[in-house]
């Protein structure tokens, strides 16, 4: 019985997203810009209240791995945290905006529902693991005004699984290899320059980075299946 009623909510469900896929197609252009941004704006939403969900548990601190027995808290590791992993990530947003608008502004609704999809996963992972955040962790932009305006709204310690400074600049670089290596080029860049950085500063485990990798991937291939009619990328 139990198997039954499995292959039935499956069929359901595969039935549920065939239709998806066909009445995405017919969207205008219009309507899927404002799906995009509501659903961009609803996953960013969530993923802040499940940010301050998790910020606000009192986990036991995580375990350095080996990877962080190799990367050393240093004046470097100070230097990314003050101003790399903050600023650096208003910049990204920048960068995405302008990649999106200029790159090709048809592609913005499918560039929407790819990171809203990956931020509404995110809000579910990060619940998944009581560890909290390595003990000796630098806190993104402490001592800088960064660090006061953005504190209550933008800054979190637990929210771990995965890491999002790795997982979006990763996203960006897979919209953006077929369609534009300049901005491709860019986005990988910066992709490996704040994985490197999140676990120089202690702020996540490897397996955070790791799945920060595999995340988007998987993301991206289910947004091309379900939304592939959206995507004006030539293969």
Known sequence: MFFKNLKESLKLIKISLVYLKDKSADAPYHCRLLVGTFMIVFALIVNGIVSRYVDAKNYKPAENDWVLDLLQIDAVSHF??????????????????????????KRVPFIQISISLLYLIRSFTMTLTRWGVPADHLTLGEGTMFYDVFKDYLIFKNDLFFSAHTALPFLMALLFYKRNKKWWCIFSFITVLFAFGVLKIHGHLAIDVAMAFAAPYLIFNVTKNLFGAWDTEKD
């Open 80 to 105: 990314f945290a003050a101003w790399i992993l903050s600023f650096g990530f208003v910049v990204l947003i920048g960068l995405i905006f302008i990649a999106a608008i200029y790159s090709d502004y």
